[in-house]
């Protein structure tokens, strides 16, 4: 059972426009979540992270809104550049006898057209 | 930002092999993980470390070992290499604070022949 769920594989964007990435999950446990972007044969880079306590957090281009109710967060990068073209995962935690172990969506390769 | 280094970046071998997957971190992080993902997968987590002397299965089964004598390193051992074992080999490392995030290495390409 996928907990984190990344609908679109794929997105196709023109530069200077905005990218939305889109991530559900079904897990109401989960407290904190988390963007990466990888580059094919190189390891993810840490985006941008939320906590269950706020429904958005911005970075430079980078925001990311959460709807609890929804169970659903999302990824806006704005302008997109063609640098940014990588695929993006959503990853989410819930604090448990573990720890804060992460559990990641498919992925959505991001695609922004020059 | 953690850094965090993987050794072999690429690595084609041939069947039976045994393999070691090297990791090491200069940060300090408590903890430790190795995740395994193929193409337009999602990353599987195999192994992972609370600190020194502890080591601890993932989700996703594997063949693989790992030990954690040092902090900052952790590597990953395959006894016998398999072309199933053929995938990318992911490093990640986090501090014990209360959220947690993971940095990555920047993985090592398995292929076995």
């Known amino acids: 059972d996928q907990q984190v769920k990344q609908n679109s594989p794929s997105l196709s964007v023109q530069e200077g426009r905005i990218s939305i990435l889109n991530c559900d999950y079904t897990n109401s446990m989960f407290d904190y979540f988390l963007w990466y972007k990888k580059y094919p044969a190189e390891g993810p880079t840490f985006l941008i992270s939320?906590?269950?306590?706020?429904d958005k957090n911005e970075d430079g281009r980078f925001t990311v809104f959460l709807n609890k109710s929804a169970k659903h967060l999302s990824l806006h990068i704005v302008p997109s550049q063609p640098g940014d073209s990588a695929v993006y995962f959503c990853a989410a935690s819930a604090f448990d006898n573990a720890g804060n172990m992460l559990t990641f969506g498919g992925g959505t390769r991001l695609m922004v057209k020059p | 930002e953690a850094d965090i280094y993987q050794t072999p970046r690429y690595l084609v071998i041939g069947t039976g092999k045994k393999i070691t997957l090297e990791c090491s971190q200069t940060?300090?992080?408590?903890?430790m993980y190795w995740y395994q993902q193929d193409p337009g997968m999602e990353l599987h987590l195999i192994h992972y470390s609370y600190g020194v002397n502890s080591t601890e299965k993932g989700d996703l089964s594997s063949e693989s070992t790992v030990s954690r004598i040092r902090t900052e390193h952790f590597p990953l051992t395959l006894e016998s290499a398999r072309p199933s074992h053929t995938s990318q080999y992911l490093c990640?490392?986090?501090?014990?604070?209360?959220?947690?995030?993971?940095?990555f290495g920047p993985g090592t390409r398995l292929t076995v022949l």
């Open positions: 939320i906590s269950s306590i706020k």
């Open positions: 940060m300090g992080h408590d903890k």
């Open positions: 990640a490392s986090s501090d014990s604070g209360a959220t947690d995030t993971q940095y």
